[in-house]
């Protein structure tokens, strides 16, 4: 099975010159926990999550209505492709110590995979599950 079964696909973003503020209203409109930010041609530039916003912007004391989305968001972000295994995804948000990770065709972004379309959605392995537990154990315990 591959990510394109099971990932979100029309994923909401936002761009890195936008206000944190308006990432927040997105979030909470939207009932979600990040953003893939993208340039004007669709290409990920990062990803900004709820946790970024409340600590390297608010708790950093930053104006949410003046700092930009770039200026918080994580950088670095790994990407997969749609035609990429659940087994590889697993293993990447394994590495990663994410529980979100990007979906791009040719560089764009065309959907998001979490660690939950990974366990509801598909019928994995017993390794990939064993796969998985180990990943949201060791996402859990970082962000203690």
Do not use: F, W
């Amino acid at each position: 099975m591959n990510i394109e079964s099971i990932m979100t696909k029309n994923v909401r973003s936002i761009q890195g010159d936008e206000p944190i503020s308006a990432a927040a209203r997105l979030l909470k409109k939207d009932n979600i926990g990040c953003l893939p930010v993208c340039n004007a041609q669709g290409k990920v530039e990062g990803i900004v999550t709820d946790r970024d916003i409340a600590l390297r912007c608010v708790a950093a004391g930053m104006d949410p209505t003046h700092t930009k989305v770039k200026d918080v968001m994580t950088n670095g972000v790994y990407t997969l492709s749609p035609k990429d295994s659940v087994e590889s995804a697993a293993e990447t948000m394994r590495k990663a110590q994410v529980r979100r990770v990007p979906v791009c065709d040719n560089g764009c972004l065309c959907g998001i995979v979490s660690l939950g379309d990974l366990t509801c959605r598909c019928g994995c392995s017993d390794d990939t599950m064993q796969t998985i537990t180990d990943l949201s154990s060791c996402v859990c315990k970082r962000n203690k």
